[in-house]
Nanobody, 125 residues
């Protein structure tokens, strides 16, 4: 079973920065997507950013939610099966539990979809 370990959450003042990290372990044949979602109290879970690898039917790339464009940057280290989210110019409305997502193949033709437990990000003065 694929396991995800998240880190980097915490408390920062408005305008501050945090760097989230998520590492996957287990039997992984390949990873086609890594990303971050967030959920604030009373709100739906929403996509923050995703970074994808090219596959047999599509190419790779990054995608950001409009509310984080220009402030957040997603990156990955394929050798370590790790994804990072650099968050700058944080706003109080960014306060939420951030969940890591990784999707890929356990073996050829067998998909997996894993979600992290979540790390709390709080932006407050």
């Amino acid at each position: 079973q694929v396991q995800l370990v998240e880190s980097g959450g915490g408390l920062v003042q408005p305008g501050g920065s945090l760097r989230l990290s998520c590492a996957a372990s287990g039997s992984i044949f390949s990873i086609y997507a890594m990303g971050w979602y967030r959920q604030a109290p009373g709100k739906q879970r929403e996509l923050v950013a995703v970074i994808s690898s090219g596959g047999t039917t599509s190419g790779g790339g990054t995608n950001y939610a409009d509310f984080v464009k220009g402030r957040f940057t997603i990156s990955r280290d394929n050798a370590k099966n790790t994804v990072h989210l650099q968050m700058n110019s944080l706003k109080p409305e960014d306060t939420a539990v951030y969940h890591c997502y990784i999707g890929g193949l356990i073996t050829a033709g067998r998909d997996f979809h894993s979600w992290g437990q979540g790390t709390q990000v709080t932006v407050s003065s």
